[in-house]
């Protein structure tokens, strides 16, 4: 089997194939970097994205905090992960890279604050 | 009126005033930035997706996360920063220029200086440049503006959405639309392809089965006190299929169509503007046809990656600390953009210096090559897997690629790029 797919690691937007066989043993070609070889493998295994949202904060100049996931996420748990982040009300300050949801969903990965807010 | 000296002043406090600045200070001049808004950051501040500073800072940040990596190095140099200003007129008389600012805080300020920036970025085009007929009602948007409601101050501006432009702007909001509960109905483009980088069409449309409408145009807009359906008219070699055309329901439009750099002052003071990208006409340095005042970022030509608009402004900053030190060059030519090239940034060059270059082509095509030449004869090629006219090239001519023996007293030197 083969894929043709276009990587979305990063704005370049490799175009990739992946190709696999019997023993499921996944090989990609047309990636120029590491990142499109993991990006190849998971989109047909189980295809996972990075979130970014924002949620309130109690800022006296910003209405709201922008947030990220430290990596990517697999799809199933993007709703959930929306829906936890619009009920959110944060008292600043607010420092990048501060936690705001660790392990989400007992994947490992964190959501973190893309910006500082002092006040 | 409280006047104030520096050696050089950078308007607009975004990705480009930063970097700029940034540069002219590490050279030991004095330096200020005028910003409008109440933080630095600029445009960067609602780009709250991922996927900048790959190329600059080798890791992906969000746009707010790049900015304030920018905002604290400026933060702590010694540059001075205006914020909540904005400049209302600006004046030269010889080597000096004059820069006229206002805030609420400060009032009035005249910034006597002896170089500018111009890093103001651009402004979006909205419905009135494309000329959609129809009703005038509320529900629509520029994209950016959405984005911003949306992404730093909380409001939905619709729950049922039509797209119109396939840009990056168009397809990320398309995303944000559908994560923040929205339904996007459908992406609208006038073109054959798509406006936008080939990764936001897979993450922002394919991911949420968004359907996108090429060859089409917006025909009507319907409603009283707000939109209620839009009809959408296919195109057939650029002629409207009016008996084809179909509705869609929605209670917003969101349009994506497109930026122009912001060169309302610059034009006043009398810089020519390239038409083919609405931002000042410059020489190597960056410099406009008015000696020490430079542009760099959006503000002279629409960019679609950060990283691209940081090395450009701190080359521009560099250009800028350059011209205060006297070291300008003299031994400038043409260049001029040739077969499927829509424009060309700089639009001069230096046969004796490393000269980067800014282009896009008007084509989509696979396995391209860029070829330069110099008085007809070829200098420098490069292959080019694929191209596209959202997807901007750059390369570089380095010192001494254009011989001596190709530069000629009786020839006009013009340095010509085509794509074929």
Known sequence: ?119 | MKELKFDTLVIGGGSAGMAAALEVSKRGFSVAVVERENSMGGILNQCIHNGFGLHHFNEELSGPAYAEKFIDMVESSNIKVFLDMTVMDMEETGDMKYVYGMSGKTGMIKFCVKTVIFANGCRERNRGSIGTPGTRPSGVFTAGLAQRLVNMEGYIPGKECVIVGSGDIGLIMARRMTWVGAKVKAVIEIQPYPAGLTRNIVQCLNDFNIPLYLSHVVGDIHGKDRVESIDVIPLKNGVEQKDKSFNIICDSLLLAVGLVPDNELAQKIGISINPETNGPIVDRQLMTGKNGIFACGNVLHVHDLVDFVTEESERCGKYAADYMDGKTFSDQYRTVPGQNIKYLVPNFYSPHRDNKFYLRTMIVKNRAELIVSVNGKEIFSKKLKHIQPSEMISFSILEDTVGAEIISECRNNTLEVKIV
């Open chain 1, 1 to 119: 089997m083969k894929k043709d797919m276009i990587c979305i690691s990063c704005p370049m937007g490799c175009r990739i194939s992946a190709e696999w066989g019997k023993e499921n043993i996944i090989t990609v070609t047309g990636n120029k970097c590491q990142r499109g070889d993991v990006y190849g493998k998971e989109e047909i295994l189980s295809p996972r994205r990075v979130v970014t949202a924002t949620l309130n904060i109690n800022s006296s100049w910003l209405g709201r905090l922008p947030v990220m996931t430290t990596g990517t996420l697999p799809k199933e748990f993007i709703d959930s992960l929306l829906n936890k982040i619009y009920k959110f009300d944060l008292d600043v300050p607010i420092v990048r890279n501060d936690i705001i949801i660790k392990n989400i969903s007992n994947t490992g990965i964190d959501l973190i604050a893309t910006r500082s807010v002092r006040t």
